[in-house]
């Protein structure tokens, strides 16, 4: 093993111990946001098995857009009379920066800038009114990918997947009235949250098979809160469209299928589970149960690759399974837009 190997080995075991990925969830709104690689093939949200060649580079700018159901008046007035600490946002929107670089053939690093918008939360602790936005700069977050295992013959890869996301989002924003939003409300936790995760993906002829795992360990943040793990799992296949398809040519017009523009149709099932977020007071450990639980979404999706260059993506997420816990309202839909230039 040469010496550049043994560098790239430590540094991948230093990253698995210590630092970690780019996993960001809502715990009071389970399933607002997940992460995504590169996107320029294989799935969307789906993070694949294939890196950056050596060298490249791409800059992106990306939205995800979730609108939320909610509680009634009266649904919120019964849920405070008995008790109930229920807060909830009615929609969220995450436009982002990212950036990447190809270390080498097998080895990818990111980062991602998001700023976030909250929009309408409202709470169960008095009459049901809108207590205000929560809006700010979000928790900057690093991620990588080593590919370990490439094999070409038979169209199979495997990746290692790790990263960080580190405090560096806003997380001192208040309410309307003047109150601070509790931690996970906030548009930074103010704690350094490792994850570590693995992808593999299939290539096939026409299409290729991605399925990912991604663990997030979160630690303790601002207001002495840990907002609670993050276990990520996704599935997604990714049909690239040939210029002779004759069906899709009759449906869109033709010069969007020319020797310049490539598109891609996918299909995905994202999932993702959050744990109970618990908050430290004078030693005590309280547990918000009106948080977390499992959401899998349905995504399909396109992409439109131009000269290689130029890349963009559109997901659809809809709920298929919502297993909250306690008290919540799940997602409605979730859109996310992505452009990306590659270098």
């Known amino acids: 093993m040469g010496f550049k190997c043994y560098i790239l080995l430590a540094t991948l075991i230093i990253i698995f111990i210590s630092f970690t990925d780019k996993n960001i969830a809502i715990a009071c709104n389970c399933g607002c946001d997940s992460i995504n690689g590169p996107g320029f093939v294989g799935p969307i949200i789906t993070i694949p098995a294939f890196t950056l060649p050596k060298g490249k580079k791409f800059i992106g700018f990306g939205t995800n857009y979730t609108n939320f159901d909610s509680f009634s008046n009266t649904e919120f007035l019964n849920l405070g009379k008995h008790g109930q600490d229920v807060h909830s946002f009615r929609n969220v929107l995450i436009p982002s920066l990212s950036a990447g670089y190809g270390i080498t053939d097998n080895w990818y690093i990111a980062l991602n800038a998001p700023y976030v918008f909250r929009f309408n939360e409202r709470v169960s602790d008095g009459p049901p009114i809108n207590v205000g ?106 049909h690239r469209v040939r210029t002779s398809d004759k069906i899709l040519n009759k449906i869109f017009p033709e010069h969007l299928f020319n020797n310049n523009s490539t598109w891609d149709l996918v299909l995905e099932g994202n999932g993702q589970w959050v744990q109970k977020p618990v908050t430290n007071i004078n030693g005590m450990h309280i547990v918000d149960e009106n948080h977390g639980g499992l959401i899998v979404l349905l995504s399909p999706g396109m992409r439109l690759i131009i000269n290689k260059l130029w890349v963009t993506n559109l997901s659809v997420g809809l709920p298929v399974i919502e297993e909250l816990n306690h008290f919540q309202k799940g997602p409605n839909v979730r859109l996310i837009l992505n452009f990306t230039r590659v270098f």
């Open 133 to 238: 936005n929560s809006i700010g700069f979000g928790d900057i977050a690093f991620s990588s990918a080593y590919r370990f295992l490439k094999r070409d013959d038979i169209g199979l890869h495997a990746a290692l997947l790790a990263g960080i996301k580190i405090p560096s989002g806003v997380r001192r924003f208040r309410t309307n009235q003047g109150n601070l939003f509790e931690a996970d409300d906030q548009p930074g936790t103010g704690s350094w949250d490792p994850s570590v995760g693995l992808a593999v993906s299939k290539v096939f002829k026409h299409f290729s098979l991605t399925s990912n795992g991604l663990y997030k360990f979160s630690t303790q943040g601002t207001q002495h809160s840990t907002v609670g793990d993050i276990a990520t799992f996704n599935l997604g296949v990714a």
